[in-house]
């Protein structure tokens, strides 16, 4: 392996950049990135807050600064877990986000404002706002005892991730001279993306979403006012973490333990506070979500394609086939992967999850069709 790095400054109108780039292996580049924006968050909104955004690239697709077109690629992660954990996982071929990259797109992911390496509200450094059942865990570090909410409205909003995606999106099209980019999902990542797409359809060339956290009868405006809540804030111990994956499998070796270990110790890299609360933590804001509904995708028009794993407990996979038979796009497919769970991108079965991608960015096809319904990794 080849150790590469690079400084650079980038000032634009949407914001600042400060990259610092370290190559991954001989042909791939990793530069890391900070999009400065003023908040819309309830927790902190007029306040400056930084996005913390991750590009992977080969050097050759980027060419002066500048990308070609349909071939910039952005990752949203979903309710719980960052973008670089999810997508960037130091494992064998894992990294979903370096499969595309050496396919020839310029990939990057960001975390919305109280995830991973974005800023975090500092009501977030208060263990008394994880909801009471879950404190106990908090005893006797940080916390002596456990005590009621500090701060009872949301954290962050799926309107303030929308705000979040659209300052990121937004500055990569400037960044890489392209009108739409892809976006690519995870779970709460489906309301996210497909949520702000629906916003903003010229902006976005395709989706693609693994187990979108689909709600056909979901809301599709905020309540007004927010409800309080008794603990705005969720977390995820590695007993946790275990806990409901293996819940989820329903083949032999479906996941490579050393795979999970992985993750979990990216998990803690990305919040060094939770990292020291109990046996360590992984902490993120409880997002109240709306505006991904019958209503809302029945006039969409985006290429989409959206993949369930065939154990997902999360998602289950009758929720995503809901969302296929609503969406409007004419160009949709629903692909129901065997031997998976919600963590499909960290199985057995991630190399079929990044093939199916790939192929849709490219084509706007599975298996050469525009639409329909289909199994993969099944026996034949």
Known sequence: ??????????????GCLAATAVAQDA???TTELSVRVTSTAPSMAGQRAQLYVREVALPSTVVGGKAGADKVVLFVHGAGTPAEVSFDVPYQDYSWMAYLAKAGYDVFAMDTTGYGRSTRPKVMDNACNVPPDAQAQYVPKPLKATCPAAYTQPITTMGSDWDDIGA??????????????????????GPRTAGYTARNPAKISKLV????????????????????????????????????????????DQYDPAASAAVWSEMLASDPVGATWGPGMRRAPQVPSWGFNQAVVAKMNTPFLMIAGAHDKQ??????????????????????LACS??????????ALLFAASLEWLQKGTYNGQSKGEFKLGYAP
């Open 341 to 350: 769970s919600h963590n499909a991108m960290w199985e057995r079965n991630h």
């Open 168 to 189: 990121v999106v937004d500055h990569l099209r400037a960044l890489r001279g392209v009108e739409k980019i892809a976006l690519v999902g995870w779970s709460q990542g």
């Open 315 to 336: 998602v289950p996979p009758e929720r995503v086939r809901d969302l296929y038979a609503d969406l409007g796009s004419p160009q949709k497919v629903f692909v129901d």
């Open 209 to 252: 979403v693994l187990a979108p956290a689909y709600n056909r009868t979901g809301p599709s405006a905020p309540p007004n006012p927010f409800p309080a809540m008794n603990g705005p804030m969720t977390s995820q111990t590695r007993a946790d973490f275990d806990a409901n994956w293996n819940r989820q499998v329903g083949c032999a």
């Open 27 to 29: 042909k791939l580049t």
């Open 1 to 14: 392996m080849t150790t590469m790095k690079r400084l650079c400054l980038i000032t634009l109108a949407t």
